[in-house]
C-alpha cells in the first residue's frame, strides 16, 4: 500500500459507532487530516461542529451540542486505531497477528488481532480496495462486538495539512473532562 511513506493524508469519512452494552449508536461524516505518527483532525460535518484532535500524546473530542470536550491519552482509546494502516508509531505485523479475511466485492480484507492481552481492542478489519491498493474501510471491534467502522473515500496522500495543526483549543465556556489527565 502506498501510505507508509506518505507522511501526511486526507479523506471524507463516514463514521459508524455502537456501544452494544448501552444501545447506543451514532453515524457522523466529515473530513479527516492525519500527519504520521498519530496526529490527526477529524473535522465533522454531521454533527456539524464537532472535532477529534489528536497531537500524537492525547485524543480531543469536541460535542458542539454538549459543549464540552474529553481528553483521553492515545493509549486509552481505540479510536485512532481505524488509521493504523497510515503507518502510525509501531508496527501493524509485529503487534498483531494478521490474516486474510473473506473476500469483499472491492478485494480482500486483513483482519488483525492484537498480540497483547492489555490491548483495549480485540480486533481490527482493513477493507482494501484491489483497483487501487487504498483502504476503504477499517472496522474496530471491541471484544468481538464492533465499536468503530470508519468509510473513506477521495483519499490523497502526501497532502498538505490543516493550517491550524494538529492543536485545538475548546472554546470559551466549554466544558473539559481529562481523566486521566493527558
Request: neutral net charge; proline residues 7%.
Amino acid at each position: 500500500m502506498r501510505y507508509a511513506t506518505a507522511g501526511t493524508w486526507e479523506a471524507d469519512f463516514d463514521e459508524y459507532y455502537e456501544a452494544k452494552s448501552y444501545g447506543v449508536t451514532m453515524t457522523a461524516s466529515g473530513h479527516v487530516f492525519f500527519r504520521s505518527p498519530d496526529q490527526m483532525l477529524l473535522e465533522y460535518g454531521n454533527p456539524a461542529g464537532n472535532f477529534v484532535v489528536s497531537d500524537g500524546v492525547c485524543l480531543s473530542a469536541y460535542s458542539a451540542k454538549n459543549q464540552e470536550v474529553r481528553r483521553i491519552p492515545l493509549r486509552f482509546t481505540s479510536s485512532p486505531l481505524a488509521f493504523a494502516f497510515l503507518g502510525a508509531k509501531g508496527d501493524l505485523s509485529r503487534e498483531h497477528a494478521c490474516v486474510l479475511g473473506p473476500e469483499e466485492a472491492k478485494g480482500p480484507v486483513l483482519q488483525c488481532v492484537p498480540r497483547s492481552a492489555k490491548a483495549v481492542y480485540s480486533r481490527l478489519d482493513f477493507f482494501v480496495d484491489a483497483a487501487s491498493d487504498t483502504v476503504w474501510r477499517v472496522e474496530v471491534f471491541d471484544h468481538g462486538r464492533l465499536v468503530y467502522r470508519y468509510g473513506f473515500a477521495n483519499q490523497i496522500t502526501g497532502a498538505s495539512y490543516p493550517a491550524r495543526g494538529f492543536r485545538w483549543t475548546p472554546p470559551a465556556g466549554a466544558t473539559v473532562h481529562a481523566t486521566p489527565p493527558c
